[in-house]
């Protein structure tokens, strides 16, 4: 365990190391929320009744955190980008070296990147827009306590899906097009950008299906206090049993390349 | 006047420390010290038309630093230089008309094109008369078997290959003045050596003034009539090659193959090096020596079957030079003497 | 002129051939790019099949007004896309090998690649735009698709220009990636989907003085959709191919002053 600590700690010094990177960064993070404040703001002008019984309290929470949640829970950067890399420049092999299991490093490099994230793009911009919005704050410790889970089992659930995206640079050496796909896919099934419930009801059972529902909008509609008692429990069971399965579909893929890695010799 | 005339040049860097230690990565987001880096420090020299000078330091001596502002990439923070009369940075176009650059280390060809196809666009971008680019072409494909793999892109040939295509991409617009930089690194035996050839041909047939710089000393000697070493921004020796061996090369080595082997000898003046078998290797001063004394003395108490003297590697020299500024550095506020043997 | 000219399209030549190396590229570039941006109009289309329009804007008029911009962005990505990555021409010494040449280094790097990817972007887009155009029963003077091909160009000169501006801060610091990134974070992601007008005055004048990324098509549109005289500063839609070619030379001159500050100050 001390090893994933090491490769987490690595992980955050690189990414804390460039100053001015790091301020137009947050920069952007406000600009995007600005753009998602108003936006909900002029749709709950127009239409209110649109919105189901949806406070915009309840909604501008939820646009700010799915923002700054896409901002720490990467589709464009993370461990199939890496992977992707590792594979190209023919340096995998130096990977399965390490004295560490393969997935259990690539999670830490992870853990790390993700800690950084949320510490230096989550943290500050979450509280300036406390100042300057309107946003509901979850009260009881029940709904903290399902908000700090959900969010947990969505970073592993991501990150399993990003390590199974990257496993196809093994066969293809380049993702560049299929990430394009991927990447839109996350974004609208995801519920990053426009809550779920306002899909319409022909796309439903298709989000329902995909892991990624799981990924943002529960810990989202957590937050805001769309889903509330049973349906939080269902929620996060749902979640778990998404990350039970991908682990163990990603396990059966892993060991198979693995095997076919050792037995080429590299 | 000489083709290229450098005059108290000097760069300084400036650079950001980064801050180590408690919180480091967290407070290097608001951190603005610098501190100066001289590069090169005080580099005075002249080179004449048509000769071959080779520049050698180890790294970060303010080689690729002052290569660069010799060739307009960079200008001085202080000091002139005059290359045919022009300024590089200041005369930067007229200038790289008058110059051909290879850097060893990366080619200036289109990685994905056939060479050929990057000699069009040069040809374009020096505005190189047709005639004169198929008389170069021509010649080139005889000198340096351009044809072989003229037609191959770059990324496909071999480095040996690559170096030939960009020799022969710098001198397509005739300069005067050709800058290497590390032109056989990580290049075969074989292909060095014709490397080598090429440089030394057009050196003489061309008159092209070449200043080269390398790690490797065979280049240096096999190529160059002069040297500059250049260490901490600084020149440390500017001189001839034979004159550089006859001043700080004193020591020679006799290597004896005796029929009465072990050596039992201990001649004063030598120093055994090495014994390997019936040979044995003496270091000598031959300033206080001839190596005919030692034969003499040696052999008033062995038989000697066979003997050679071996003169003293270029290499070891340099090293001894690069050592002796380190040594003088450490005696603080002591100058480091520019040794000139011209 | 001329001479630049001619240096241009030999450089260009060369580019295609490199990208003739790549065939398989293209495909995959092409596809890529059709459901990127499909994915970025569903989100639209989800958020109009319940709000049927956006501070005055149906469906098809932001489909219109996002394929604009795409298709100027297209333009930019075919040609000038690798003016992003200036930080690493920089580190890699290959802007040290273009100082050694004669030619204007501007027009060597501008001529250094041509890309797929964009070709995607233009294809859609234009499909786009006259699906967008029967759906809205627009019915344009013959002149109108004339200035529409002007202004593809100069939306391209747009952010094309407003990259190099930005990317120029390589030469002081070599790292503008992250600045280049998060300017362009007001083109994709304010400008490129929804009607400036609708956020208020200080976006509004960012996109529209500091970052005019609102001249790739938020102006340009209003013409092509009757708008100019319905919302604030409408008239501004007949002046981006002048807000192009003034962005065009600040983007020069930011270019020469910071070739001449790395040529002192170096890496």
């Not at chain 1, 690539?106 to 990147?113: E, I, L, P, V």
């Not at chain 1, 009801?201 to 892991?211: E, M």
Request: with cysteine; aromatic share 12%; hydrophobic share 50%.
């Amino acid at each position: 365990m001390s090893l994933f600590w090491i490769f987490s700690r690595q992980s955050f010094y690189q990414q804390s190391a460039y100053r001015l990177n790091f301020w137009l960064e947050i920069a952007g993070v406000m600009l995007q929320i600005y753009v998602v404040y108003k936006l909900w703001n002029v749709l709950f002008e127009q239409t209110p009744q649109s919105f189901g019984g949806v406070s915009l309290p309840q909604m501008i929470t939820y646009a700010v955190l799915g923002m700054l949640i896409g901002s720490i829970l990467n589709t464009g950067e993370g461990v199939h980008t890496y992977i992707q890399q590792q594979v190209r420049m023919g340096q995998i092999t130096t990977d399965l070296m390490k004295p560490v299991d393969f997935i259990v490093h690539m999670m830490a490099r992870d853990f790390g990147s993700m800690i950084t994230r949320l510490v230096f793009l989550l943290v500050p911009p979450l509280a300036i827009s406390y100042l300057l919005f309107d946003m509901v704050i979850p009260t009881s410790p029940l709904r903290i306590f399902g908000f700090v889970v959900a969010l947990a089992q969505a970073w592993v659930i991501l990150f399993f899906c990003n390590f199974m995206f990257g496993l196809i640079s093994f066969k293809t050496l380049d993702l560049m097009g299929f990430s394009f796909t991927y990447f839109a896919l996350v974004r609208f099934a995801s519920g990053q950008i426009v809550p779920l419930w306002m899909y319409p009801d022909v796309l439903q059972p298709v989000l329902n299906f995909l892991p990624f529902k799981s990924v943002f909008y529960t810990p989202l509609a957590i937050y805001n206090g769309v889903l509330t008692s049973s349906s939080m429990w269902t929620a996060l069971l749902t979640q778990t049993a998404w990350m039970i399965g991908l682990f163990v579909v990603a396990r059966l893929i892993w060991g198979r390349i693995h095997n076919s890695l050792i037995v080429q010799g590299g | 006047m000489a083709l290229i005339e450098v005059n108290h040049l000097r760069k300084e860097f400036k650079r950001i420390i980064p801050k180590t230690g408690f919180l480091s990565g967290i407070r290097n987001l608001w951190n603005t010290d610098t501190h100066t880096h001289v590069a090169v420090d005080d580099i005075s020299f002249k080179v004449e038309e048509g000769e071959l000078l080779g520049y050698i330091g180890p790294n970060g001596a303010g080689k690729s630093t002052s290569i660069k502002m010799l060739t307009g990439i960079l200008v001085p923070t202080s000091g002139d230089v005059k290359i045919a009369g022009l300024t590089p940075w200041k005369d930067r176009r007229a200038h790289t008309q008058n110059i051909g650059v290879v850097f060893g280390q990366k080619t200036q060809l289109w990685w994905d094109i056939p060479v050929i196809e990057s000699f069009r666009v040069l040809k374009t971008i020096y505005k190189i008369p047709d005639e004169l680019y198929t008389k170069n072409l021509n010649q080139f494909r005889e000198l340096l078997e351009l044809d072989q793999f003229e037609n191959t892109p770059v990324r496909q040939l071999s480095l040996g290959q690559r170096m030939r295509a960009d020799l022969a991409a710098a001198l397509l617009h005739d300069p005067k003045i050709l800058f290497l930089d590390e032109p056989t690194i990580g290049v075969d035996v074989l292909a060095k050596e014709r490397l080598r050839t090429f440089i030394k041909e057009i050196n003489r047939t061309r008159g092209v003034t070449v200043l080269l710089t390398t790690h490797d000393m065979q280049d240096i000697e096999k190529l160059c009539h002069r040297m500059a070493i250049i260490d901490d921004g600084n020149i440390l020796y500017d001189g001839s090659i034979d004159a550089l061996k006859s001043k700080f090369g004193n020591e020679r080595t006799l290597v004896i193959e005796l029929d009465d082997a072990p050596y039992r000898l201990n001649l004063p003046g030598t120093r055994i090096l090495r014994e390997e078998g019936t040979r044995v290797w003496l270091a000598f001063n031959r300033d206080q020596f001839s190596a005919s004394d030692i034969m003499m003395r040696v052999a008033e108490h062995h038989t000697i079957r066979d003997l050679t003297v071996e003169e003293p590697e270029i290499e070891s020299i340099v090293r001894e030079i690069y050592e002796g500024s380190h040594s003088g550095r450490k005696r603080e506020d002591e100058h480091v003497p520019v040794l000139d043997l011209q | 002129m001329r001479e630049n000219m001619t240096i241009y399209l030999t450089m260009i030549r060369a580019a295609v051939l490199t990208r003739l190396e790549y065939r398989a590229d293209f495909v995959m570039g092409i596809i890529g790019v059709f459901i990127l941006n499909a994915g970025t109009l569903a989100t639209s289309w989800v958020l109009l099949s319940r709000f049927q329009n956006l501070h005055g804007w149906t469906f098809w008029e932001i489909v219109f007004l996002y394929n604009m911009w795409l298709l100027g962005h297209g333009i930019r990505a075919v040609f000038f896309r690798h003016i992003n990555m200036l930080e690493q021409f920089i580190v890699e010494g290959t802007f040290d090998q273009i100082l050694t040449r004669p030619a204007n280094p501007l027009v060597q790097f501008l001529g250094r690649e041509v890309h797929y990817l964009g070709v995607g972007d233009v294809l859609l887009s234009v499909f786009m735009l006259v699906l967008a155009y029967h759906n809205l029963g627009l019915n344009w003077p013959w002149w109108m698709f004339g200035w529409l091909i002007v202004i593809a160009l100069s939306s391209a000169v747009v952010e094309m220009a407003i990259t190099l501006l930005l990317v120029s801060t390589s030469f002081l610091t070599t790292r503008s990636r992250a600045l280049v990134n998060s300017a362009s974070l007001f083109s994709w992601g304010v400008v490129q989907q929804y009607p400036v007008d609708m956020f208020g005055k200080l976006l509004r004048n960012i996109v529209t003085i500091l970052l005019p990324f609102a001249f790739m098509n938020y102006y340009p549109s209003l013409v092509f959709l009757g708008k100019q005289d319905v919302v604030p500063w409408g008239f501004l839609t007949w002046y981006a191919p002048v807000v192009a070619l003034i962005l065009l030379f600040l983007a020069i001159s930011m270019w020469n002053y910071g070739i001449k500050r790395y040529q002192s100050s170096g890496s």
